[in-house]
């Protein structure tokens, strides 16, 4: 991949208005705080302006509005963090995958390969797998039969794919990854837990990204869906049934317990439990930490949990939390008797 473009060339990429010498060379993107000469780097909150000044990168990604406070080379967008995150793809240092199957792979019986697809060192699919036009997959892979993974999607190293999983197109799933592993269904018994066998699969749309050693469980009789564009970070659990509408993002180590449904373009911040059966509708944030433990239907952003302080102060605000039902019963008490006087 090429890895030096000229300020014309970003322009023209970016449809970003130009200030300075169109052949000036980039080579890298940088901070505000450690680019050097030829070197990109952006501005997207106004906290950052004091190091306009000082900054040395031979070139900035700026608002017009930011044009005034910066001397050196500029490329002018109305959202220099979008256009940061487009001219990203430029100088990704990622391993690029060739087509062509090593010698060490296992191929099943009827799998259908498409067009240009990567098959990397002992990679084991299973039968009837189909990959779409330039699917990739990295070392160590395993494809349970009857998957279906769609055109250019990229699995990284030692992903695995139970039987019956569908991924979309233009995906990517990083290290460590498991889709269609048996969803947590046991039903008590006087002899033990019974299990209940999961007969769903997981359902995944276009352009989804899921995140290192991320866990989602195939359903237990419908399937298990995530929608187009939805991103998933690193160490995400998600349990049978559940379904995630587009563009929804998760934030790492939240779980999600079965049968759950929430809705599109969601932000779920880190370490957020959410319990089953629960239903969560459009545009709704949940702050870090927070248990969500009852259906949300109104947009907005929600929380749950105290905020840290010292031990010691800790300690008192919990000692007087289990004291409110009490204080509760009490207020109400005297509001009676005022209003029988």
């Given at each position: 991949?090429?890895?030096?473009?000229?300020?014309?060339?970003?322009?023209?990429?970016?449809?970003?208005?130009?200030?300075?010498?169109?052949?000036?060379?980039?080579?890298?993107?940088?901070?505000?705080?450690?680019?050097?000469?030829?070197?990109?780097?952006?501005?997207?909150?106004?906290?950052?302006?004091?190091?306009?000044?000082?900054?040395?990168?031979?070139?900035?990604?700026?608002?017009?509005?930011?044009?005034?406070?910066?001397?050196?080379?500029?490329?002018?967008?109305?959202?220099?963090?979008?256009?940061?995150?487009?001219?990203?793809?430029?100088?990704?240092?990622?391993?690029?995958?060739?087509?062509?199957?090593?010698?060490?792979?296992?191929?099943?019986?009827?799998?259908?390969?498409?067009?240009?697809?990567?098959?990397?060192?002992?990679?084991?699919?299973?039968?009837?797998?189909?990959?779409?036009?330039?699917?990739?997959?990295?070392?160590?892979?395993?494809?349970?039969?009857?998957?279906?993974?769609?055109?250019?999607?990229?699995?990284?190293?030692?992903?695995?794919?139970y039987q019956g999983v569908s991924l979309g197109?233009?995906?990517?799933?990083?290290?460590?990854?498991?889709?269609?592993?048996?969803?947590?269904?046991?039903?008590?018994?006087?002899?033990?837990?019974?299990?209940?066998?999961?007969?769903?699969?997981?359902?995944?749309?276009?352009?989804?990204?899921?995140?290192?050693?991320?866990?989602?469980?195939?359903?237990?009789?419908?399937?298990?869906?995530?929608?187009?564009?939805?991103?998933?970070?690193?160490?995400?659990?998600?349990?049978?049934?559940?379904?995630?509408?587009?563009?929804?993002?998760?934030?790492?180590?939240?779980?999600?317990?079965?049968?759950?449904?929430?809705?599109?373009?969601?932000?779920?911040?880190?370490?957020?439990?959410?319990?089953?059966?629960?239903?969560?509708?459009?545009?709704?944030?949940?702050?870090?930490?927070?248990?969500?433990?009852?259906?949300?239907?109104?947009?907005?952003?929600?929380?749950?949990?105290?905020?840290?302080?010292?031990?010691?102060?800790?300690?008192?605000?919990?000692?007087?939390?289990?004291?409110?039902?009490g204080l509760a019963n009490r207020l109400i008490?005297?509001?009676r008797d005022q209003s029988a006087e």
């Amino acid at each position: 991949m090429k890895r030096s473009y000229s300020l014309a060339e970003l322009a023209r990429y970016l449809d970003a208005e130009l200030k300075g010498d169109p052949d000036y060379e980039i080579r890298a993107l940088a901070t505000l705080q450690s680019a050097s000469a030829h070197q990109l780097g952006f501005i997207a909150n106004p906290v950052y302006q004091k190091y306009l000044a000082t900054t040395q990168a031979g070139a900035l990604l700026l608002r017009p509005d930011f044009s005034e406070y910066y001397s050196g080379h500029q490329l002018l967008v109305a959202n220099p963090y979008q256009a940061y995150a487009h001219v990203s793809a430029l100088f990704d240092p990622s391993v690029e995958f060739s087509p062509g199957i090593h010698p060490t792979a296992v191929i099943g019986d009827g799998c259908h390969l498409g067009h240009g697809v990567s098959i990397a060192a002992h990679v084991v699919l299973g039968a009837n797998v189909s990959l779409g036009d330039g699917a990739a997959l990295g070392p160590g892979t395993v494809i349970g039969d009857d998957c279906h993974i769609g055109a250019r999607t990229r699995l990284a190293a030692n992903v695995t794919l139970y039987q019956g999983v569908s991924l979309g197109d233009d995906c990517i799933l990083h290290a460590g990854c498991v889709l269609g592993a048996d969803g947590f269904g046991f039903a008590p018994s006087a002899g033990g837990w019974i299990k209940i066998h999961q007969l769903g699969g997981v359902v995944v749309g276009n352009r989804v990204e899921i995140g290192a050693s991320t866990c989602i469980d195939r359903g237990a009789l419908d399937d298990t869906r995530i929608e187009d564009g939805v991103i998933i970070d690193n160490l995400v659990q998600i349990a049978h049934n559940v379904r995630i509408g587009k563009n929804t993002a998760i934030a790492g180590h939240t779980a999600i317990a079965g049968s759950t449904q929430i809705g599109a373009n969601c932000t779920i911040a880190g370490a957020v439990g959410i319990v089953g059966h629960l239903h969560i509708t459009d545009g709704v944030h949940i702050t870090a930490m927070t248990l969500v433990t009852h259906s949300i239907d109104k947009p907005g952003s929600y929380s749950s949990g105290t905020p840290m302080s010292q031990t010691r102060e800790w300690r008192k605000n919990a000692a007087r939390f289990r004291q409110l039902d009490g204080l509760a019963n009490r207020l109400i008490k005297i509001e009676r008797d005022q209003s029988a006087e």
